[in-house]
């Protein structure tokens, strides 16, 4: 079997290479060992060749269909928001789960200008 | 009949004892408590037990009852929720080291519609992480023994509330069923497990794994039990725009009807059609299982169903759809652990001198907070969403799950409800299938059609099968059209009225694993 290139033509009855494993990683951000990527090459690759059997069906791909609910639009009145509302959130409880805050502040990495790993 | 004796029975019997004033919640609340510091340390149902917090709203309970003002019939019940709903106060993990120590800041719509009634939570059961298995082995702490078989998973993802009561441990639990997460333990531990119509309880505060597959559902005694939970959970809710405004029944009322037809030997479901999809018998379902569901069947025909054979063509192909949409719906659901806002986070662990960088901080923390199964399905969704391979993957899923629909829509013209067994066997070994992911998967086959149609199902106890010295339950699953629980509720009464397998228990034993 050919390593897997990124293209649709090629896709078919091939599985996930451990290089295609290491960059689902990356774009997933999360950092795998090689025995990790070793062994979800060869479990995913199951899976693939297993979900690929839906290529022999022929559907139509209908444009505009709804979801499972068949509900569409669906928009909250432009109210403000109750005050029992259990979506109300005190800046207290939603600052609590940061890892790094203090006073009224949260502290996050910079997005620029910090050391980026490849 | 004394405290443990009711806390072995349904939960309308323990509903009775309260309102006769026979018990108290204390006394209830207690005697569960009880039970699981007996049982716990050996099937690791309950991860979190929250006996103080219980006792208190157990007391309030006993008040509001003595004064007059009882909240519902559910005011002073003691029951537990699956580890994945925000309790504000109270920890909720899924069952996954990222969320570990993390305290909701906010309330689930359905913990605080039960909240409402005068429930008491009792504590969080076991599940797979974030709901992702069938059996219960992938969660963080650990396995759920099957109190059937302390050797065999109980199933999953749903494998500790089914457990809890199996064991008797509760009244009624609080699940997910994302792929048969209700159902397949269900059927797995001998109780009675509901997975509604995708928008009947609100997914508000149930922490997300496949937003457009996960439902909440009661798992509990009989089939009544969970209609009268279902009526007290379900509803449009404001918050999950995904939420159905159909309305909310009494169902437990209209089966009582049913009930009492059965019992004087009527025919209670006469008019009733029956259908069984071919796809879902024969070959890849044990015959033995097979034979104890067709005997369930026979039971409804007995009962005056008329049966129908038909053929659901599309029902095989479900599976490879559900885990194309799953793990692509999964992957961006979990983006939102990143070791920045909440849970597990190298930042937490760092030294005061050393800083992560931003990558580092989502790369190193999913790397050490995730498990193996999240990790897997996170990837192959990021595989058949990216570009390239969407069109292949994602968008034939859904073109798939848009015929599944239809299937079932024309069949349900047909016939009011499908029959047909919940799994392909039964509970199998713990650590037999861990190495084989996509053996796993294979385990959800006839249960993930019904998520991929969005349409209700229940699992109902029908019988167990002798496997060494063990004896091991078998559910018969009950599926209608949309928002058509009454027809199961129906059918599930009449079944229930005239079996008891649903009223059996399992041995279960304190000593030590062996």
Same mark, same amino acid.
């Given at each position: ?50 979900? *690929? ?66 | ?8 029975? *349904? ?63 559910? *005011? ?209 379902? *044990? ?96 595989? &058949? ?43 199998? &070994? ?17 249960? &993930? ?66």
């Amino acid at each position: 079997m050919s390593n897997l290139k990124n293209s649709p033509a090629d896709h078919v009855a091939e599985g996930l290479s451990k290089s295609e494993v290491e960059h689902l990683g990356h774009l997933a951000r999360m950092s795998l060992t090689e025995e990790e990527i070793a062994r979800y090459s060869s479990q995913l690759t199951n899976v693939v060749e297993y979900v *690929d059997q839906l290529q022999e069906l022929d559907l139509p791909i209908q444009a505009g269909a709804r979801g499972v609910t068949g509900l569409s639009n669906v928009v909250k009145a432009d109210l403000p928001r109750e005050k029992e509302s259990l979506a109300n959130l005190e800046f207290a409880d939603a600052q609590a789960g940061f890892p790094l805050s203090s006073g009224r502040l949260i502290e996050v990495r910079a997005v620029l200008g910090g050391e980026v790993e490849g | 009949m004394n405290t443990l004796e009711l806390t072995s029975q *349904d939960l309308q019997s323990q509903i009775q004892a309260l309102q006769t004033g026979q018990i108290t919640s204390v006394e209830l609340t207690k005697a569960y408590l009880d039970q699981i510091k007996k049982l716990n340390p050996r099937y690791n149902i309950f991860v979190r037990v929250e006996e103080e917090f219980a006792l208190q709203n157990a007391q309030a309970s006993d008040q509001r009852r003595k004064s007059g003002q009882t909240l519902s019939q559910l *005011d002073g019940i003691p029951y537990n929720l699956k580890d994945v709903y925000a309790t504000k106060g109270l920890p909720t993990s899924a069952c996954s080291h990222i969320l570990e120590g993390w305290i909701p800041p906010y309330d689930a719509t359905v913990y605080h519609k039960l909240n409402q009634t005068g429930a008491v939570l009792l504590g969080k059961t076991n599940t797979d992480e974030f709901t992702m298995g069938v059996s219960t082995e992938s969660s963080y702490y650990g396995v759920t023994k099957n109190p059937w078989d302390p050797t065999r998973v109980p199933g999953g993802s749903s494998g500790g509330p089914a457990a809890s009561i199996a064991a008797r441990l509760s009244a009624f639990s609080i699940a997910t069923d994302t792929g048969g997460s209700i159902r397949q333990p269900a059927a797995f531990c001998n109780v009675t497990g509901l997975r509604p119509t995708y928008g009947r309880v609100s997914r508000f505060g149930e922490l997300a794994m496949a937003s457009s597959l996960d439902q909440t559902g009661p798992i509990a005694v009989s089939a009544m039990d969970t209609a009268l939970i279902l009526s007290q959970i379900a509803g449009l809710d404001e918050l999950d725009a995904t939420s159905s405004p159909s309305q909310v029944e009494n169902w437990a009322e209209s089966m009582q009807a049913v009930v009492k037809q059965a019992k004087a030997g009527d025919k209670s479901l006469k008019g009733v059609k029956v259908g069984l999809a071919k796809e879902y018998f024969g070959e890849g379902v *044990d015959p033995r299982a097979e034979k104890l569901v067709r005997a369930a069947i026979e039971t409804l025909k007995s009962q005056g169903a008329e049966l129908v054979e038909l053929s659901l063509p599309l029902i095989p192909k479900a599976l490879a759809a559900y885990y194309i949409i799953c793990p692509a719906e999964v992957s961006s659901n979990m983006a939102r652990y990143d070791g920045v806002r909440y849970g597990y986070s190298v930042e937490r662990q760092a030294a005061a001198n050393q800083k992560h960088s931003l990558y580092d901080i989502y790369a190193k923390s999913r790397e050490q907070g995730f498990g193996a199964e999240v990790k897997r399905r996170i990837m192959l969704g990021t595989h &058949v969403l990216s570009a390239g391979y969407f069109d292949a993957y994602y968008k034939k899923a859904e073109a798939l799950r848009q015929a599944v629909s239809a299937q079932f829509s024309e069949a349900f013209q047909q016939v009011d409800v499908l029959a047909a067994p919940v799994s392909p066997a039964f509970a199998f &070994v713990i650590g037999s299938k861990i190495d084989d992911p996509l053996a796993m998967y294979m385990e959800d086959i006839l249960t &993930v059609p019904l998520n991929i149609g969005g349409i209700p199902g229940i699992s109902l106890p029908c019988g167990t099968i002798q496997e060494s010295n063990s004896h091991l339950p078998v559910g018969l699953q009950i599926m209608a059209d949309k928002f058509r629980e009454d027809r199961i509720f129906k059918v599930s009464a009449a079944f229930q009225t005239v079996t008891d397998w649903h009223l059996q228990q399992p041995n279960l034993s304190l000593t030590k694993d062996e």
